[in-house]
T-cell receptor, first 115, second 113 residues
């Protein structure tokens, strides 16, 4: 079984400030890791993913995340946020092996960027 | 190109009625997934189809829920005898065979009164 913990349910920040959204996971097997963003009344959009290789992954909209296997973490960062980054962010995990690709999601972090 | 589409976008139904939710995946995607998003439970996996293989139904919460995928493309999620706790946003996603990137539809918001 796998689980994902997003430590902060809400993160308020000011525009142009840096932000880090925390994600920890638990799994008995190797995993792939994902961050998705959900804007109000929309579906989920993939921000970035870690499959293998470099542990620092860059995604869309200036976001990046670092996979830390020893700490079982995959924190999302952005050096300078914009008002338009206001959304809910979900961390997700799935098995890296096998043929079942279902995702296990965290509860989400609501990022609110204030002017 | 066209993304994943879902219909209807909103559905209000009375308790005890049956509902059908439709998902049109991205053309050529062999894998299709249903998830449910609710305030109390977050995002939960419901069911997964991959090509002609038997679906993984391990996430379906009760036998009132069922899903089928016809011709390896369109999928329908059916909820029988709806209950108020079924109220949620039902999200469909599709991916290529490798499953490394799932593309989500806009969801169907189901309200059971």
């Amino acid at each position: 079984a796998q689980s994902v913990t997003q430590l902060d349910s809400q993160v308020p920040v000011f525009e142009e400030a840096p932000v880090e959204l925390r994600c920890n996971y638990s799994s008995s097997v190797s995993v792939y890791l994902f961050w998705y963003v959900q804007y109000p009344n929309q579906g989920l959009q993939l921000l970035l993913k870690y499959l293998s290789g470099s542990t620092l992954v860059k995604g869309i909209n200036g976001f990046e995340a670092e996979f830390n296997k020893s700490q079982t973490s995959f924190h999302l960062r952005k050096p300078s946020v914009h008002i338009s980054d206001t959304a809910e962010y979900f961390c997700a995990v799935r098995n890296s092996g096998g043929s079942n690709y279902k995702l296990t999601f965290g509860k989400g972090t609501l990022l609110t960027v204030n002017p | 190109g066209a993304g994943v589409s879902q219909s209807p976008s909103n559905k209000v139904t009375e308790k005890g009625k049956d509902v059908e939710l439709r998902c049109d995946p991205i053309s050529g995607h062999t894998a299709l997934y249903w998830y449910r998003q609710s305030l109390g439970q977050g995002l939960e996996f419901l069911i997964y189809f991959q090509g002609n293989s038997a679906p993984d139904k391990s996430g379906l919460p009760s036998d009132r829920f069922s899903a089928e995928r016809t011709g390896g493309s369109v999928s329908t999620l059916t909820i029988q005898r709806t209950q108020q706790e079924d109220s949620a946003v039902y999200l469909c996603a599709s991916s290529s065979y490798t499953g490394n990137e799932q593309y989500f539809g806009p969801g169907t918001r189901l309200t059971v009164t």
